[in-house]
């Protein structure tokens, strides 16, 4: 019988874990697909079951461009990014249910099906993390999904933190002031962390709910993509109609996050979808099919001004302590974005120098 909460969850925007302590060590339970992080993503399927993960997020990608043949309502039945609307009165409607579900029961979903991965014992007892900037509404609806997935005790870490121990746990580096950059799918945390003897404070934050790397796909879309396809298609009456565009905006998201990934590893990529796989045509009856190269030094206008929102508001943490860059003792990077190149010499030539 455990005497502590030994499990944590990261209930991302855009992915999730589980993960537990076993021998004084934290490890990733993985997931069904054998992977370390599940997407956080749900959906109902035609037989109107709840499915959750990598099928959901598969099915919200087919929703999309099911969406862009017809340019019609959106009776979608998947859902994602909803970790952005925890806390607000906003509700996501299944046609196939008939019926609303809120950001908290979606992501209890995502929960339970984290909780599922666990099969050598039942688990009441759960710590989630949050972002430092979440509002009490945001934290009290995160308490309420977990209640909703069957756990009876919750607590809250701030991700900041989260990251710090984690860091903290291998680091020979146990005194100082750390400086925590969270840049994750949906939002955005800079914490200032001061340690001592292993005793973590933290001095300040500043941070963004609603600033990450789905702002940086729909940045690709929005300046490489849809000047592609408005170069090589009829397309002029769908940008003029706010409510097709979002459509068309919404169908080429997943594959500028592909690209996004792909060009955080490697100098190029390419962009390639033919007629078949996005099933929709311009205004002149033309199948749509995308045929892009795209290098690193493509996305530096795409990407700056979206990072410089967290650099500037990484350099409003420091102000406020009186602190620079060189006061640092360590920059730990947290969130799948802050691999990119871009970001790397952002920091480098506005923090760390």
Not at 49 to 56: E, R, Y
């Amino acid at each position: 019988m455990r005497n502590k909460i030994d499990y944590g969850i990261d209930l991302g925007t855009t992915n999730s874990a589980i993960a537990r302590m076993e021998n004084g060590k934290p490890k990733v339970i993985q997931t069904d697909l054998q992977k370390d992080t599940m997407p956080s993503s749900v959906a109902i399927n035609p037989r109107k079951n709840i499915i959750v993960g990598d099928p959901a997020y598969a099915a919200n990608i087919k929703d999309k461009l099911r969406l862009l043949k017809t340019f019609g309502k959106d009776d979608s039945n998947s859902y994602l990014e909803f970790k952005r609307t925890m806390g607000k009165d906003i509700k996501y409607h299944s046609s196939l249910l008939g019926k609303e579900f809120s950001s908290e029961e979606l992501s209890a979903e995502v929960l339970k099906k984290l909780k599922s991965f666990i099969t050598d014992e039942q688990i009441k007892s759960i710590v989630i993390t949050v972002p430092a900037m979440f509002t009490m509404a945001q934290n009290e609806a995160t308490i309420n999904a977990a209640k909703l997935a069957g756990f009876e005790v919750v607590e809250l870490l701030q991700e900041p933190i989260a990251a710090s121990i984690a860091y903290g746990l291998d680091s020979k580096e146990k005194d100082g002031k750390w400086l925590v950059f969270d840049f994750g799918g949906g939002t955005f945390d800079a914490a200032l962390v001061k340690v001592d003897e292993g005793i973590m404070k933290v001095l300040d934050t500043e941070g963004n709910n609603e600033l990450g790397g789905k702002d940086l796909d729909l940045a690709i879309v929005d300046n490489i993509i849809i000047p592609y396809l408005k170069e090589n298609y009829s397309i002029e009456g769908i940008l003029a109609n706010n409510d097709k565009r979002e459509i068309l905006r919404n169908a080429m998201k997943s594959f500028a996050e592909k690209a996004k990934i792909d060009l955080s590893f490697n100098p190029t990529t390419d962009i390639t979808c033919f007629p078949d796989e996005i099933g929709a045509l311009d205004e002149d009856g033309n199948e749509l099919a995308l045929s892009i190269d795209i290098t690193q030094e493509d996305l530096v206008a795409v990407f700056e001004p979206i990072f410089q929102k967290a650099i500037d508001l990484t350099k409003k943490v420091l102000k406020k302590k009186n602190l620079k860059g060189s006061d640092l003792d360590c920059l730990i990077l947290v969130g799948g974005p802050t691999y990119s190149p871009i970001l790397h010499r952002m920091l480098k030539d506005q923090i760390t120098d």
